[in-house]
């Protein structure tokens, strides 16, 4: 079994995007998480997805720190005790698990490594149900080639993401997923908005009663110039910019069927 992102996952070169920032890299079975140690959070995780072979097993596993890294540069549980933040995956615990159950096992426990994790509203809607999902869209979109894809998610470290309890609560998250299509190399980008669910004023979590999640579908330039991060072949292979796409810019998603691959 690799231990990280492996950049001939889909049969072309993709490498780990690159942060601006330093990074610690922490391979884990099937993924990688750079972790930003100023910000205690990830700056990129990667994960190559074998949609042909995914295990559908229970859940193990239990959170916890990672002994490779100091505890002050991962947000642990006392970020997450006594408030309505939720410890949210960013490679989701199913994505590497697929292969031989042993192997698919442990890779899924790993995903339970608070690197791995950032703080999302614990309120769920729609919104959130469809972010939770998009891998799933990609990947049924996907079998019509090669069934693998590599997804890469973060937060969005933003300046003036709120304090809370010695940590910034970041506000945004971004999603790329990359298969290979037809004509090469497709990606397609998309962002988390939790603005309106966070208010951390006199070191309090509030989640306003008509906040809402709000997920868009945005161009993969967009997210490199959101984050600063070095995308690599990402952008110009992003299906929603190509000549004669549908639609491009922003768009608001509602349901999976507002999704454009």
């Not at 442990?106 to 919104?127: D, H, I, L, V």
């Not at 970041?170 to 004509?183: E, M, N, S, T, V």
């Not at 161009?219 to 910019?241: C, H, M, S, W, Y």
């Amino acid at each position: 079994m690799t231990d990280g992102h492996d950049p001939a996952f889909l049969g072309a070169t993709l490498a780990l995007p690159r942060p601006a920032q330093p990074v610690r890299p922490l391979p884990y079975p099937r993924f990688t998480v750079l972790l930003d140690p100023a910000r205690q959070l990830a700056a990129v995780t990667a994960v190559n997805i074998d949609g042909a072979s995914l295990q559908d097993l229970p859940r193990t596993g239990d959170w916890r720190l990672d002994e490779r890294v100091p505890a002050a540069e991962q947000t642990g549980p006392e970020v997450y005790a006594r408030n309505d933040l939720d410890r949210g995956h960013l490679v989701r615990r199913r994505d590497p698990g697929w292969g031989p159950v042993d192997a698919a096992r442990a890779a899924t426990e790993a995903t339970f490594s608070y690197p791995n994790a950032a703080p999302q509203a614990a309120g769920f809607n729609q919104s959130k149900e469809l972010w939770l999902g998009l891998e799933d869209h990609v990947l049924a979109y996907a079998e019509t080639t090669d069934q693998r894809v590599s997804v890469f998610t973060a937060p969005v470290l933003a300046d003036d993401d709120p304090p809370y309890r010695g940590i910034r609560i970041p506000l945004r998250f971004w999603k790329i997923a990359a298969w290979q299509g037809p004509d090469g190399l497709a990606a397609a980008g998309f962002l988390l908005d939790q603005s309106e669910l966070v208010d951390t004023r006199e070191g309090v979590l509030a989640v306003p009663p008509l906040g809402a999640f709000r997920t868009f579908q945005v161009p993969i330039a967009d997210i490199a110039a959101l984050t600063g991060i070095d995308l690599g072949p990402l952008p110009a292979a992003d299906v929603r910019e190509r000549p004669g796409a549908r639609e491009t810019g922003w768009r608001s998603l509602d349901t999976a069927d507002d999704i454009l691959l």
